[in-house]
């Protein structure tokens, strides 16, 4: 452990002496966690500049919701929710929670909203809920929930991560031949997919699995409700991870359900209920309800530094592709135009096959900006390898490594990219 401690003491004071020469900005965003054994590897909200009275104030809930007399709480544990908003016991829906899910799904137009304590929660809340025997699922579905459903031992039915409406129609006839029932199968989206960030034709797979009456489900973390509104487009239920781009700065843990017919939605507030997973501290849901207000203005910020980015790399001789579905070149940018319009700070890079590994790794080590974690849509950059599995879907050549772009100022990110490039 020593060893591992002198080392990142020596790569705090490289990081350090990085950010003097930063903007302001920068600094403000780093200098809290320069060092992440001092903090536990998690950003101090002293970093959060205006958003830093949001993580830091606010109700802390209560496990007992009182009421005045018996029948006002045997009406109330009768439908499971509180006179004065909220749930009848515990934390699960407080009143924080219902002025998020009001203005949540407002803002997507649906019927309702429920909130989880995270987008994989959010995701596995709704599966448990509707309990298809099988789904049919994009190649490139976020990881953890091939995870959920080996764990209940649903059937998955794969189709291309950039399908068409044909290749989507194949999957389902395939399906079908086992899963003839509505309730036996459920149609999932996810779009753009992790990664690799493919498009398919969401149009043509919500007609196809409503002439079928199926049920379809959406991941839509990575547009949020600023750049795509499922529910418009035929979508019965949204699933999003409001830790990313609504909350903003990593420190709102929680994923939202937003359904469009108020009977979907009660079926997943009876199983928010029963399992108790709808159990989201208030502070969480107090700053998640003011900073959904800011949530466009952020990601276009983090849109326009990862252009910047991007054509950085595009003209690195390690590079083969940069996956995007911003690019002109990309095979999905029409259909990035037709649903998305504009981006956000993600995209993967592709490195040249005849480049080791450790070398890809060691420009990862040598950066002072870009941490290496897990998540995105924060206030600071970050990067990851990309070790998806397709089982239908082809992998690029090469080495990928996922970049989310910060808040930070673009020109001190270039700055760390270039000198960290030397180590190739």
């Known amino acids: 452990m020593d060893g591992k401690v002198t080392q990142s003491s020596i790569r705090s004071e490289a990081r350090r002496a990085f950010l003097a020469l930063c903007s302001p900005k920068t600094r403000l965003l780093h200098e809290p966690v320069s060092d992440p054994y001092m903090v536990c590897g998690h950003p101090n909200p002293s970093g959060l500049g205006d958003a830093a009275p949001f993580s830091q104030t606010g109700s802390w809930g209560q496990s007992s919701v009182l009421f005045p007399n018996l029948e006002t709480y045997r009406t109330a544990d009768k439908c499971g929710r509180a006179p004065y908003g909220g749930a009848e016991y515990g934390i699960p829906q407080t009143p924080e929670a219902d002025a998020v899910c009001k203005k949540i799904a407002a803002l997507h137009k649906g019927h309702g909203a429920v909130i989880c304590p995270s987008g994989l929660s959010a995701v596995a809340t709704t599966l448990d809920a509707f309990s298809p025997k099988a789904v049919l ?9 091939i995870r959920f459903l080996n764990r209940r031992r649903i059937n998955q039915i794969r189709y291309p991560s950039g399908a068409s409406a044909d290749e989507f129609r194949s999957a389902l006839l395939k399906a079908r031949i086992k899963y003839s029932e509505r309730e036996d199968l459920l149609v999932y989206i996810e779009a753009p997919g992790s990664g690799t960030f493919e498009i398919p034709d969401i149009a043509g797979i919500i007609a196809i699995a409503q002439n079928a009456k199926l049920r379809t489900v959406m991941d839509n973390t990575w547009a949020s409700h600023v750049r795509f509104k499922p529910l418009e487009h035929g979508i019965d239920v949204v699933v999003q991870a409001t830790t990313k781009y ?34 989201v501290a208030p502070t969480t849901c107090s700053r998640l309800y003011r900073r ?92 990851l390898p990309v070790h998806a599995k397709r089982e239908v879907t082809s992998m690029p ?25 030397g180590c190739l």
């Open 137 to 145: 699922i994009p190649d490139n579905i976020y990881g953890p929930i």
């Open 246 to 279: 609504e909350g903003g700065y990593g420190d709102t843990p929680s994923g939202i359900v937003i359904a469009k017919h108020p009977q979907d939605i009660q079926i997943i507030a009876d199983e928010l209920r029963a399992t108790g997973n709808g159990a």
């Open 292 to 383: 959904i207000d800011s949530t466009e203005e952020r990601l276009n910020q983090h849109a326009g530094t990862a252009e910047r980015l991007i054509d950085w790399f595009l003209k690195q001789p390690f590079v083969t592709d940069v996956l995007s579905p911003t690019l002109e070149t990309s095979p999905y940018h029409e259909r990035f135009k037709r649903y998305f319009g504009k981006g956000n700070g993600l995209f993967s890079v592709v490195f040249r096959p005849d480049l080791a590994v450790e070398r890809v790794e060691a420009l990862v080590d040598a950066l002072n900006l870009f941490w290496v974690a897990e998540s995105w849509g924060g206030h600071l950059s970050l990067v």
């Open 397 to 421: 050549a090469g080495h990928v490594l996922r970049f989310h772009a910060g808040l930070e100022d673009y020109q001190d990110l270039l700055r760390d990219l270039n000198q960290a490039a």
